[in-house]
């Protein structure tokens, strides 16, 4: 035992041994084939059990496979689904464009027709060239969004010291006959009255044609209109402001009101639907341009106040629309 626990082999049943050496040579080959024998059924078992191990792990593989292909099967569904939708979308929104187009083209349309049972010859002249300017700006402001908002191009500006009393006359010009149509007072107040900017001419003039034009457009008959620019001597900056006694703008459009194609344009008994929105989507194009900012102010008991403010001096970069605005700006 040597000091430690004792060992005990197997030992093989008495008698076994002898038994086997009497066999004879014929014994011992039968014993090797039997031994032979039972080493090709391991061998087999084995080779089955790998098989069975490979198909296994061949099969686990193949499931995982397929799990990695359902679940990339189901974001393309996803994804094809989402640009069907989408595309819907862009189709509607392409009929519904179409539609507000034709309403924006018509009414200067009408007008022009009307005209030639309009006895007074000076007031069918004013109404021809009235309708005339309208469909020049709005044929302009299609071209211009498309141009510079859709192809991402810059809007060019051709910056000159202007007297903002004479660029508001001009302005004048091209809307008083609608507002004497609708019997609407337009009172301008410019202080001090020689306060000049520094702006593109005609981009101005076409911000100040549209949101007159939209004062007339949603301010109730028989209201006055006013025209309030001044100098914002903190901010280095004029800023302008159109009022109009027209209906509130509901919060709910306060995000759209900006954007083109998403403008609200009142309907019967004071609800709202969208237009193409081409007047105040130039408006914000053309201040953002200048580098300046752009909104309104609509408080329940009125009056709504469209306004913008330009720099007194050019800036590099032009302001997000509503970064520095009140909190009751679009």
Same mark, same amino acid.
């Given at each position: 035992?040597?000091? /430690?626990?004792?060992?005990?082999?197997?030992?093989?049943?008495? #008698?076994?041994? +002898?038994? $086997?050496? +009497?066999?004879?040579?014929? #014994? %011992?080959?039968?014993?090797?084939?039997?031994?032979?024998?039972?080493?090709?059924?391991?061998?087999?078992?084995?080779?089955?059990?790998?098989?069975?191990?490979?198909?296994?792990?061949?099969?686990?593989?193949?499931?995982?496979?397929?799990?990695?292909?359902?679940?990339? $099967?189901?974001?393309?569904?996803?994804?094809?689904?989402?640009?069907?939708?989408?595309?819907?979308?862009?189709?509607?929104?392409?009929?519904?464009?179409?539609?507000?187009?034709?309403?924006?083209?018509?009414?200067?349309?009408?007008? =022009?027709?009307?005209? /030639?049972? =309009?006895?007074?010859? +000076?007031?069918?002249?004013?109404? =021809?060239?009235?309708?005339?300017?309208?469909?020049?700006?709005?044929?302009?402001?299609? $071209?211009?969004?498309?141009?510079?908002?859709?192809?991402?191009?810059?809007?060019?500006?051709?910056?000159?010291? &202007?007297?903002?009393?004479?660029?508001? *006359?001009?302005?004048?010009?091209?809307?008083?006959?609608?507002?004497?149509?609708?019997?609407?007072?337009?009172?301008?107040? =410019?202080?001090?009255? +020689?306060?000049?900017?520094?702006?593109?001419?005609?981009?101005?003039?076409?911000?100040?044609?549209?949101?007159?034009?939209?004062?007339?457009?949603?301010?109730?008959?028989?209201?006055?209109?006013?025209?309030? *620019?001044?100098?914002?001597?903190?901010?280095?900056?004029?800023?302008?402001?159109?009022?109009?006694?027209?209906?509130?703008?509901?919060?709910?459009?306060?995000?759209? $009101?900006?954007? &083109?194609?998403?403008?609200?344009?009142?309907?019967?008994?004071?609800?709202?639907?969208?237009?193409? #929105?081409?007047?105040?989507?130039?408006?914000?194009?053309?201040?953002?341009? %200048?580098? /300046? &900012?752009?909104?309104?102010?609509?408080?329940?008991? #009125?009056?709504?106040?469209?306004?913008?403010?330009?720099?007194?001096?050019?800036?590099?970069?032009?302001?997000?629309?509503?970064?520095?605005?009140?909190?009751?700006? *679009?």
């Amino acid at each position: 035992m040597a000091g /430690g626990l004792p060992i005990y082999l197997p030992q093989p049943p008495v #008698g076994l041994l +002898d038994k $086997l050496q +009497d066999v004879g040579p014929t #014994g %011992h080959t039968l014993l090797t084939l039997v031994a032979l024998l039972l080493l090709l059924k391991s061998a087999g078992l084995f080779y089955l059990y790998r098989r069975k191990t490979r198909a296994y792990r061949n099969l686990r593989h193949a499931v995982e496979l397929m799990r990695t292909f359902t679940h990339l $099967l189901s974001e393309e569904t996803e994804t094809v689904a989402q640009l069907n939708e989408q595309l819907q979308h862009e189709q509607e929104m392409r009929l519904q464009l179409t539609q507000m187009l034709v309403h924006d083209l018509k009414t200067p349309l009408q007008s =022009i027709l009307v005209s /030639g049972h =309009i006895a007074d010859v +000076d007031l069918r002249q004013r109404l =021809i060239e009235g309708s005339a300017l309208q469909l020049h700006h709005l044929v302009h402001n299609i $071209l211009d969004l498309y141009k510079y908002k859709h192809e991402g191009q810059s809007l060019p500006l051709d910056r000159q010291q &202007l007297r903002l009393q004479q660029v508001v *006359a001009m302005a004048l010009v091209q809307v008083t006959l609608p507002f004497e149509l609708k019997g609407q007072q337009l009172i301008t107040r =410019i202080e001090p009255e +020689d306060l000049s900017i520094t702006a593109d001419l005609n981009l101005l003039l076409r911000v100040l044609v549209n949101l007159l034009s939209n004062a007339n457009k949603y301010g109730l008959p028989n209201r006055p209109v006013e025209l309030h *620019a001044y100098t914002m001597t903190a901010e280095a900056a004029v800023r302008v402001e159109i009022r109009n006694e027209g209906p509130a703008i509901p919060p709910v459009y306060r995000n759209d $009101l900006f954007n &083109l194609y998403r403008t609200p344009t009142q309907l019967k008994q004071g609800h709202f639907s969208y237009s193409t #929105g081409l007047g105040l989507a130039f408006c914000r194009l053309a201040v953002e341009a %200048h580098g /300046g &900012l752009i909104g309104y102010d609509s408080p329940p008991e #009125g009056p709504v106040c469209f306004w913008f403010e330009l720099p007194l001096e050019s800036r590099k970069e032009p302001q997000v629309v509503g970064a520095q605005s009140p909190p009751a700006t *679009a």
